[in-house]
């Protein structure tokens, strides 16, 4: 691709949180392109496990502008996402180019320079969406290179197949661990391996109480008040009708936290050994923002000093749908488009001045 025109804006990755700022974008008279290495619509839905549910009710669910349409069971399946994702983009007839990765971006004065897979694009500012499902992490566990069993983060677990009759540890006490357990332990003999105990909402509490949650926390932090939202922990497990079933089955139980790995076993803090076919890891991610290592200084979580979504040492660089550290709830696709909205306000004001 030859593009020597400069864009006002570039957003780098086409997921839920490009397509809310595309959103905003569309609203104004900026010249914009989406840049994304995916060769499809949709993000990192279309990469998570096949039985992956929303946590709320498509209304609860939705992008600006357009409501998410509602689904028979409730909680939308990931190909409802998908579809809804490739249909907001057809409606509003956004700029995607696919696949194209960005490798690098150079600054030029007052001018990025973008090294991608077709070629060199310049822009006055970025958008970087690029999530975090690039970048699955895994805690450095003594031994982990010798383990010769089935190593897989959640990032690639796919369905259960590959587990049917193993002796399979399921590692992290977050929902992907718990819903990976709940979905492994009815073909395969699980053990849970967490670091602390795990804690669960209560039963009837989905995506749409932690978001009002999240409200109000954010509208405290804003007005100075403190704020304890009791039974409320936004990290807890959502209980989900797969880990409510799992509970019935007696098989949430931790076995706390693991030290080390031999070729065939796992040893645990308690030091009991135990031997397992296959580990998966539930265990996180970063943000994958490695692309920009030379416009901003990334810590070794993937993040970038923001302010709301601005990269505060880097003029011209805005980060969005990253989690908590780009703005309150911008992981969700509800959250997404405050910040989406703040952040093109805030490019609107910069390409002005
Ligand atoms: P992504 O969807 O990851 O999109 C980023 C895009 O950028 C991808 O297409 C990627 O390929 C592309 N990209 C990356 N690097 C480059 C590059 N260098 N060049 C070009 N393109 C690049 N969210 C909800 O709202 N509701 C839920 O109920 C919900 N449930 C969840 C349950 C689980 C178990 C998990 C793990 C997540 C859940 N999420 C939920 C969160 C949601 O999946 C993610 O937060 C969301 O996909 C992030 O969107 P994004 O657009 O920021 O990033």
Same mark, same amino acid.
């Given at each position: 691709?030859? /593009?020597?025109k400069?864009?006002?804006?570039?957003?780098?990755?086409?997921?839920?949180?490009?397509l809310a700022?595309a959103y905003?974008?569309?609203r104004t008279t900026?010249?914009?392109?989406?840049?994304d290495?995916?060769?499809?619509c949709?993000g990192a839905?279309l990469k998570?496990?096949?039985?992956?549910?929303? !946590?709320?009710?498509?209304?609860?669910?939705?992008?600006?502008?357009w409501p998410?349409?509602?689904?028979? /069971?409730g909680?939308?399946?990931? $190909?409802?996402?998908?579809? *809804?994702?490739?249909e907001?983009e057809k409606?509003y007839?956004f700029?995607?180019?696919?696949?194209?990765?960005v490798n690098? =971006?150079?600054?030029?004065?007052?001018?990025f @320079?973008?090294? +991608?897979?077709?070629?060199?694009?310049s822009?006055?500012?970025i958008?970087?969406?690029?999530?975090t499902?690039?970048?699955?992490?895994?805690?450095?566990?003594?031994?982990r290179? @010798?383990?010769?069993?089935?190593q897989?983060?959640?990032?690639?677990?796919?369905?259960?197949?590959?587990f049917? $009759?193993?002796k399979?540890?399921? %590692?992290?006490?977050?929902?992907?661990?718990?819903? =990976?357990?709940?979905? %492994?332990?009815?073909?395969?003999k699980?053990?849970w391996a967490?670091?602390?105990e795990p804690?669960?909402?209560? /039963?009837g509490v989905?995506?749409? %109480?932690l978001?009002?949650v999240a409200t109000?926390?954010y509208?405290a932090?804003?007005?100075?008040?403190?704020?304890t939202p009791?039974n409320?922990?936004l990290? +807890?497990i959502?209980?989900?009708?797969?880990?409510?079933?799992?509970?019935?089955?007696?098989?949430?139980?931790s076995?706390?936290?693991?030290?080390?790995?031999?070729?065939?076993? #796992? =040893? !645990?803090?308690?030091?009991?050994v135990?031997n !397992?076919?296959?580990i998966?890891?539930?265990t996180?991610?970063?943000a994958?923002?490695?692309?920009?290592?030379?416009i901003a200084?990334? /810590?070794?979580?993937?993040?970038?000093?923001?302010e709301?979504?601005r990269?505060?040492n880097s003029p011209?660089?805005?980060? #969005?749908g990253?989690?908590g550290?780009t703005?309150?709830a911008?992981?969700?696709l509800?959250?997404?488009?405050?910040?989406?909205?703040a952040?093109?306000?805030?490019i609107v004001? *910069?390409t002005?001045?």
């Amino acid at each position: 691709m030859v /593009d020597s025109k400069i864009y006002d804006a570039v957003i780098i990755g086409g997921g839920q949180s490009s397509l809310a700022c595309a959103y905003h974008l569309r609203r104004t008279t900026l010249d914009f392109i989406i840049l994304d290495e995916q060769k499809k619509c949709g993000g990192a839905w279309l990469k998570t496990w096949d039985s992956l549910r929303l !946590f709320s009710p498509a209304e609860h669910s939705s992008l600006p502008g357009w409501p998410m349409p509602k689904h028979k /069971d409730g909680f939308p399946p990931k $190909d409802h996402v998908i579809n *809804y994702l490739c249909e907001y983009e057809k409606r509003y007839d956004f700029p995607v180019k696919r696949p194209v990765t960005v490798n690098s =971006i150079a600054r030029n004065k007052e001018v990025f @320079k973008i090294d +991608s897979s077709s070629g060199k694009i310049s822009a006055k500012t970025i958008i970087s969406a690029t999530g975090t499902w690039k970048t699955p992490w895994i805690p450095q566990i003594k031994g982990r290179d @010798k383990f010769k069993g089935i190593q897989v983060h959640s990032a690639h677990y796919k369905n259960p197949e590959i587990f049917k $009759d193993k002796k399979v540890l399921v %590692v992290g006490e977050g929902n992907s661990g718990a819903q =990976i357990l709940a979905e %492994v332990s009815k073909v395969a003999k699980t053990t849970w391996a967490t670091l602390e105990e795990p804690q669960y909402l209560p /039963d009837g509490v989905d995506g749409r %109480v932690l978001f009002d949650v999240a409200t109000a926390k954010y509208k405290a932090k804003k007005e100075g008040r403190s704020f304890t939202p009791k039974n409320y922990n936004l990290k +807890s497990i959502v209980m989900v009708p797969a880990v409510k079933e799992a509970r019935k089955r007696g098989v949430l139980q931790s076995y706390g936290n693991i030290k080390g790995l031999t070729e065939d076993a #796992v =040893i !645990f803090h308690n030091e009991a050994v135990k031997n !397992f076919d296959a580990i998966i890891w539930c265990t996180g991610f970063k943000a994958a923002t490695g692309y920009l290592k030379n416009i901003a200084k990334i /810590d070794k979580n993937g993040k970038i000093k923001t302010e709301g979504t601005r990269a505060v040492n880097s003029p011209g660089l805005w980060l #969005v749908g990253y989690g908590g550290w780009t703005g309150f709830a911008s992981a969700t696709l509800i959250g997404v488009g405050r910040s989406a909205r703040a952040t093109v306000k805030e490019i609107v004001q *910069y390409t002005e001045s």
